[in-house]
């Protein structure tokens, strides 16, 4: 007998499927699809955030005119989170900050002037703006991030990250312009428990612009994408080898030192694995060219 119990027990461990081994409830994350074709033709996607919508089918954008853009999506998710977040939704190039997680942390209020700050963005168009505080600015990837803001008292208001905040605010702290923090609380509270999360918002910009950086030029060059619904997690440009990704700055440019693809087509992939691709667009520093292309709502 204790023969065939020991028979039966090596039987059920090796049969494939028996979920042994496997914790209740494990989620299985879908793969990232494969890189989309030079042509800009749509992929499809391997899934989505469990509590945001899929991405729209994807667009190709062509004109005669220069700059041509041309635009292909992909997404892929899990369903995994841990530490301070109170849900769990990860995207496939997410950071620190992922869409459908809540965050906790405190709201502080600084003079923002004309609403420029470390993310060189330039001056705002309103004044609902925010720094984020240094550890989920992450070298720069919460730039342009839309962040719905909620106080215990009920107020809500949707600001735009366009500064950090450096040591020592904490991470979860997001240090508002005066302007927003007024609309949660009155200035002299000072300090203000607030909980967050992540926008892909309908009010965004309907396309993005793309900016060389002053001093750039075909040996030297840095970019910078304005007007992004979405966080950007990456940008590539076209270079003799195919495809090449640029090193990200903590002021928000993502710089080719040596040149190389600078002028050329630019690829621009947000945090939910969304591509963009842009053609045509000359070396002109300091001047934010518009595209014909927005990343999807999620």
């Known amino acids: 007998m204790t023969a065939v119990a020991a028979v039966a027990c090596l039987a059920v461990a090796l049969f494939p499927g028996s979920g042994i081994g496997r914790p209740a409830g494990a989620a299985v994350a879908g793969a990232p ?41 992909r997404s892929s998710a899990s369903a995994s989170a841990s530490g301070s977040p109170r849900s769990a939704a990860a995207a496939p190039a997410a950071g620190r900050i992922r869409p459908g997680v809540g965050y906790q942390g405190v709201a502080t209020a600084y003079e923002a002037a004309d609403g420029n700050g470390a993310c060189l963005f330039g001056p705002s168009g309103d004044m609902m703006i925010a720094a984020m505080n240094h550890t989920d600015y992450e070298s720069s990837r919460a730039c342009g991030a839309y962040v719905l803001v909620r106080a215990a008292n009920g107020a809500t208001i949707t600001v735009r990250i366009v500064n950090e905040c450096p040591l020592p605010c904490a991470p979860g702290q997001l240090d508002l312009s005066q302007q ?11 300090r203000l428990p607030i909980t967050w999360s992540l926008l892909s918002p309908a009010a965004a910009p309907a396309t993005l612009s793309v900016r060389y950086k002053t001093g750039s030029s ?34 928000n440019y993502f710089l080719a030192a040596d040149g190389n ?12 694995g969304e591509h963009l691709t842009v053609d045509g667009l000359a070396v002109r520093p300091d001047v934010a060219q518009p595209t014909r292309v927005q990343f999807a709502r999620h």
């Open 33 to 73: 699809a494969g890189d989309p074709t030079s042509s800009g033709s749509a992929e499809p996607a391997t899934g989505a955030p469990t509590d945001s919508a899929q991405p729209s089918a994807s667009a190709s954008v062509s004109a005669s005119a220069t700059p041509s853009a041309s635009a292909s999506a």
């Open 218 to 251: 075909r040996y030297w060059c840095g970019i910078q994408v304005i007007g992004h619904r979405n966080p950007v997690a990456a940008l590539e440009v076209r270079a003799a080898g195919g495809w090449r990704q640029l090193p990200r700055t903590d002021y």
């Open 180 to 190: 927003a923090f007024a609309k949660l609380a009155d200035l002299k509270v000072g």
């Open 261 to 272: 693809g600078c002028g050329s087509s630019i690829r621009i992939t947000d945090i939910y």
